[in-house]
C-alpha cells in the first residue's frame, strides 16, 4: 500500500538527506561504530572475559590499546562487544516500541470515544506498574534471556509514544484533508496508513532519537540490579557504571565507553533531526 | 453613546509621514522585496484606509511604523517614518515603547488571540494608562470602564472580573479597541480588524470605531483587503499592489474614476448584489489585454435557469445534528428542510454558529444525524452497504474552505489525484489514470508540469484548484462547496468562482454553495436558503430574496453589507477632509 508514498517520498527524503552535513557525518559515525562493535572483538588479540590478574588497572598503552579494569581485561575488547549489545538493545527495543506505541496510539486516537478513554486508562494502568517488578514478573515466568531483554524494555517504552501518537492523530484528525478523504470513499485503513502515518513522522523520529539513550540506561540499570546482562559480558551501561565508581583510579574506565556511548547518542540525534527535515517535504529541495 | 469625557492632557496633534519605505525580508529561499518604497502620509483626524490583497505589503508597511516587525528576517532597508518631527526609524526599543500604546495604538485581526486568557478584560483595557504612567491603578480601571462602555461592553459594569473566554468575538474586538483608545492616541493603527467578524458584527464594530475616532479626533490607517468595507469608514484611499502604492485619492474618486488598471479589477471582480454576469473579470483582464470573447461574457446577463423543469437531485427534511458536549448537547442543526435541483446551484448563507457547515457535512455524512431525511434521486442514502457507499461517495464531493488544510503535505498532486480513481476503480490501466489526471489539472487551469509537486509549492488560489480537480476525480453530480473562497483575495475568488461556474456549465454539476458573503452566493445561486441559530430562516429564489427580503434577519444581513459591496455603481458623497 505505501510502496508509491515510499518510491518518490523515500528518493526525494534521499538527496535531502545527502545534502544535510551534519546528518550525513553523523551516518558515517554510526556505521564506524556499529562496524567496530561488530568486528573489533575479533581484531583485538584478547577475548572481552579473558582475565589476567597480573595486569589489572593498567593504564593505555601498547598492549592494551583502551587500558584494563580490575580484573585486568582488556578495555578495547569490552567496549567493542558491550557496543553490539548496547546497540542491538537500544535500536531493537526501540523499533519494538515504536511498532506498539504508533499503532497502538493511531488506532485510540482515531477511533476515539469510549474505546481511546478505555485504552488510555490501560496505558495508565501500565504507566503506575513499577518497571523493575514488571521486569522481575517477566524473568521469573519465561526465564533470563537476551531476546526477553529488548521486549522487557520496548514493552515499557512505547507508553509515551502511545500517547504522543495519540495526541497529534486526534489533531490531524480534524484536518480538511482527513476529511475530504472520507468523503472520497476511502476505507479506514487506507486513510490511517497512507494519510495519517506520514505526517505523524516528524513526532515520532524525535520522539525515538530520545529513546534510543533512555533504552540503554535502563538496559545499564537492569545490569546492574542483574536482571540484565551478567558479567563477565558487557555492555556500554555497564561499563560506565563500573568505570563511574573506579573513577578516580583509572579514568580510562569511564572515559572509552563514555566516549563511545556519547558519540552514537550525539550521532544519533543529529540523524534523527536530518530525518524528519528529509522525510518533510515542505523543507527545501536543495 | 454616552458623551467622551475629555480631561485636560497635552495631545501631539500627531502627524505621520513615511516617505520612500523599503522594507525587506531574508529568507532562506532569498530576499523579498515585502514594501517597496511606499510614501504615505495621514494628518491629523484623518481616517486613511489602506487596500491590498494578501502579500502587497500592507500589514508590513502598518507594522513597521510601530517597529512591530520581526527583526530578523524582516529589515528596513531604506525610508523614513516622520512621526510628529521625530524620524520613527532611528528610535530605539526604549523610546518605541513609550510612543507604542500612548501615542499611536494598534487593533489586531483575530480578536480571539488577542487577548491575554489570563486576565480580566477590565484590566487589560486598564494597562495600557499604567504602564505609560498616565494614571493610577484606580484612576485607570474607572476609565477602562468608562471606554468599555463606550465601545458597548456594558458587561464590565456588572461583571468587573469577566474573563475573554466570556466574551464573543464581536466584543472580544470591541474591548481591544477600547484597550487602543484608552489612552486617547493621536493615531490608531487597524490591521484588518473586522476581517473574522460576522457581516452584522462588522456592521456595529464599524461604526463605534469610526464614532469613537471621530470624537476623540484620533486618526487612523485602516488596513484591509476589502475596498468595499474602506469605504464606509476611510476619507482617503491607498491601494497597495506588490509593495508598492499604485493609487492613492479620496474615496469618493476612487469609486468614480479610478485610474490604475489594479484598482480598476478590485473594484470590478468583486461580485455585487445587483449585477449577474456570467464571468466575472479578474485583475489578469486588466493588467493584461483581454479577449473579446470574455469580455462579452461579463455583459452578458447569467440565464436564469427555468427551475420548474429540473428534477429534483436531493431533498433535506427536518435534518437534526447534535453534537455533544459537557453541558449537554448542543443542536448544530435544528430541523433544517431544503430541496436541491438538479444543475442548480443552492444557495445556503448564514453567520458562523448557524449551522450552515454542519448542514452540508451531514448531507455527506460526514457528521452523524439525529433525525430526519436524505434523499438523493428519491432514494435514502445507504452506507452499510459497500457498493451503495462506493456509488454514493463517487456521486457526492466536497470542497473545504481552507485550501491549505484540506491536501495531505505529504503526498503529491498526482498522488492526490491518482488515489480517489485507484480506490473507486475507475480507470483501467495506470496510463489511462494519469492522462485522466492531467486532463483535469488542464480543466481547472494548472498545468501537466505541476504533477510531481507538492501542495506547499502552490499558492492558495492553485492549491484551491487542485482541490476542485480531487473532487471531479470521482464524476460527481453534486459537489458542496463550504465557504470555499471565503480565505481567498478578491482578485483569486474571482477566479475560482468562475472556474466553478463554467465546471458546471460544461459537467452538469449540482452545487450547495455555502458562504457567509451574500454577495458570493448571489453570483453564485439560483435558489439561496438563509440559515440562523440551526433554523432555515428563509428559502427562495435569488433574485427574489435579495429583491424583497422575507425575514427580518435577511434583511439584516442584507443591510449589513458594506454600500459599494452592494453595487456596481457605487457613488460616494461625503465632503473630502
Not at chain 1, 208 to 230: C, K, R
Not at chain 1, 263 to 285: C, E, I, Q, V
Not at chain 2, 298 to 323: G, I, R, Y
Request: glycine content about 8%; proline content about 5%.
Amino acid at each position: 500500500m505505501s510502496l508509491e508514498t515510499s518510491s518518490s517520498l523515500g528518493r526525494d527524503a534521499w538527496l535531502r538527506l545527502r545534502a544535510n552535513r551534519m546528518s550525513m557525518i553523523s551516518l558515517f559515525i554510526l556505521i564506524g561504530i556499529a562496524f567496530v562493535s561488530i568486528f573489533g572483538p575479533a581484531l583485538s588479540s584478547y577475548d572481552y572475559d579473558q582475565q589476567n590478574l597480573d595486569r589489572v588497572f593498567e593504564s593505555p598503552g601498547k598492549d592494551h590499546i583502551f587500558g584494563t579494569d580490575n580484573l585486568g581485561r582488556d578495555l578495547f575488547a569490552r567496549t567493542t562487544y558491550g557496543g553490539r549489545i548496547s546497540l542491538a538493545v537500544g535500536l531493537l527495543a526501540t523499533v519494538v516500541s515504536l511498532v506498539i506505541g504508533v499503532s497502538y496510539g493511531m488506532f485510540s486516537g482515531y477511533i476515539g470515544g469510549r474505546i481511546d478513554t478505555w485504552m488510555m486508562r490501560a496505558v495508565d494502568v501500565l504507566y503506575a506498574l513499577p518497571f523493575t517488578i514488571f521486569v522481575i514478573l517477566l524473568m521469573v515466568l519465561f526465564g533470563r534471556n537476551f531476546l526477553l531483554l529488548f521486549i522487557a524494555i520496548g514493552a515499557v517504552e512505547w507508553l509515551t509514544m502511545a500517547r504522543i501518537t495519540r495526541a497529534q492523530t486526534m489533531n490531524l484528525k480534524k484536518s480538511e484533508f482527513i476529511e475530504a478523504a472520507r468523503a472520497l470513499g476511502y476505507s479506514h485503513g487506507r486513510i490511517l496508513f497512507r494519510h495519517l502515518l506520514p505526517n505523524l513522522i516528524g513526532p515520532i523520529i524525535v520522539y525515538a532519537t530520545l529513546t534510543v539513550p533512555a533504552v540503554m540506561l535502563l538496559e545499564a540499570v537492569l545490569s546492574f540490579l542483574g536482571l540484565g546482562i551478567q558479567a563477565p559480558m558487557s555492555s556500554w551501561g555497564s561499563l560506565i557504571k563500573e568505570g563511574a565508581e573506579k573513577m578516580d583510579a583509572a579514568p580510562w574506565l569511564l572515559l572509552f565507553p563514555g566516549i563511545f556511548f556519547c558519540l552514537s547518542l550525539f550521532a544519533l540525534n543529529f540523524l534523527g533531526d536530518g530525518l524528519r527535515d528529509a522525510l518533510d517535504p515542505k523543507s527545501s529541495k536543495d | 453613546m454616552p458623551s467622551i469625557q475629555n480631561r485636560p492632557r497635552t495631545k501631539i496633534m500627531g502627524n505621520l509621514d513615511i516617505q520612500n519605505l523599503k522594507v525587506s525580508f531574508h529568507t532562506r529561499e532569498g530576499i523579498i522585496h515585502a514594501v517597496d518604497g511606499v510614501d504615505l502620509s495621514i494628518k491629523p483626524g484623518e481616517i486613511v484606509g489602506l487596500v491590498g490583497e494578501s502579500g502587497s505589503g500592507k500589514s508590513v508597511t502598518c507594522n513597521s511604523v510601530l517597529k512591530l516587525l520581526p527583526v530578523p528576517p524582516a529589515r528596513i532597508e531604506k525610508g523614513q517614518i516622520e512621526w510628529s518631527g521625530k524620524d520613527l526609524i532611528d528610535h530605539d526599543e526604549q523610546n518605541m515603547q513609550a510612543i507604542r500604546g500612548k501615542e499611536i495604538s494598534m487593533i489586531f485581526q483575530d480578536p480571539m488571540s488577542c487577548l491575554n486568557p489570563y486576565l480580566s478584560v477590565l484590566e487589560q483595557v486598564a494597562e495600557p494608562l499604567v504602564i505609560h504612567g498616565m494614571a493610577s491603578l484606580e484612576d485607570a480601571r474607572k476609565q477602562a470602564s468608562e471606554m468599555l462602555v463606550n465601545v458597548g461592553v456594558q458587561r464590565v459594569v456588572d461583571h468587573p472580573h469577566a474573563y475573554p473566554h466570556e466574551f464573543s468575538g464581536g466584543m472580544r474586538q470591541r474591548a481591544m479597541i477600547a484597550m487602543a483608545l484608552v489612552t486617547k492616541p493621536s493615531l490608531l493603527l487597524a490591521d484588518e480588524p473586522t476581517t473574522a467578524l460576522d457581516v452584522t458584527v462588522q456592521a456595529k464594530v464599524l461604526s463605534i470605531l469610526k464614532t469613537l475616532c471621530t470624537d476623540l479626533g484620533v486618526s487612523v490607517l485602516f488596513v484591509s483587503h476589502d475596498l468595499g468595507l474602506v469605504a464606509e469608514l476611510a476619507d482617503r484611499v491607498v491601494v497597495m499592489y506588490r509593495g508598492k502604492v499604485v493609487e492613492q485619492n479620496h474615496t469618493g474618486s476612487i469609486f468614480s474614476n479610478p485610474q490604475h488598471p489594479y484598482v480598476k479589477a478590485l473594484i470590478a471582480c468583486r461580485p455585487t448584489l445587483e449585477s449577474n454576469p456570467v464571468r466575472l473579470p479578474t485583475v489578469d483582464d486588466f493588467m493584461n489585454p483581454k479577449t473579446g470573447k470574455e469580455q462579452a461574457l461579463e455583459k452578458l446577463v447569467a440565464p436564469s435557469l427555468n427551475l420548474d423543469s429540473q428534477e429534483t437531485l436531493l431533498q433535506v427534511e427536518n435534518l437534526v445534528v447534535e453534537f455533544p458536549t459537557e453541558d449537554g448537547p448542543v443542536r448544530a442543526v435544528d430541523g433544517a428542510s431544503l430541496m436541491i435541483r438538479k444543475g442548480s446551484t443552492h444557495g445556503l448563507v448564514g453567520e458562523s454558529g448557524s449551522g450552515k457547515t454542519t448542514l452540508g457535512r451531514s448531507i455527506l455524512h460526514l457528521a452523524q444525524l439525529m433525525s430526519g431525511s436524505i434523499l438523493y434521486q428519491g432514494k435514502p442514502i445507504n452506507l452499510d452497504h459497500p457498493d451503495d457507499r462506493s456509488k454514493f461517495r463517487k456521486s457526492m464531493q466536497i470542497i473545504f474552505q481552507d485550501p491549505y488544510a484540506s491536501l495531505n503535505p505529504r503526498l503529491t498532486i498526482e498522488q492526490t489525484l491518482l488515489e480517489p480513481m485507484k480506490v473507486h476503480g475507475i480507470g483501467s490501466s495506470r496510463k489511462e489514470r494519469i492522462e485522466r489526471v492531467i486532463n483535469l489539472l488542464e480543466e481547472v487551469g494548472l498545468g501537466e508540469e505541476y504533477l510531481h509537486r507538492y501542495p506547499h509549492e502552490f499558492s492558495g488560489g492553485q492549491r484551491q484548484r487542485i482541490c476542485v480537480a480531487r473532487a471531479l476525480t470521482t464524476e460527481p453530480e453534486f459537489i458542496v462547496c463550504d465557504e470555499c473562497v471565503s480565505a481567498m483575495d478578491v482578485s483569486v475568488q474571482a477566479q475560482v468562482l468562475n472556474l466553478l461556474r463554467s465546471l458546471q456549465a460544461s459537467r452538469n454539476l449540482t452545487y450547495l454553495f455555502i458562504s457567509h458573503d451574500l454577495g458570493v452566493v448571489k453570483f453564485m445561486s439560483d435558489e439561496i436558503s438563509v440559515m440562523q441559530n440551526g433554523k432555515i430562516v428563509e428559502n427562495g429564489l435569488a433574485d427574489d430574496l435579495y429583491r424583497s427580503p422575507k425575514s427580518d434577519y435577511t434583511r439584516k444581513l442584507l443591510n449589513s453589507i458594506p454600500l459599494a459591496n452592494r453595487s456596481a455603481n457605487f457613488q460616494i458623497n461625503r465632503p473630502s477632509v
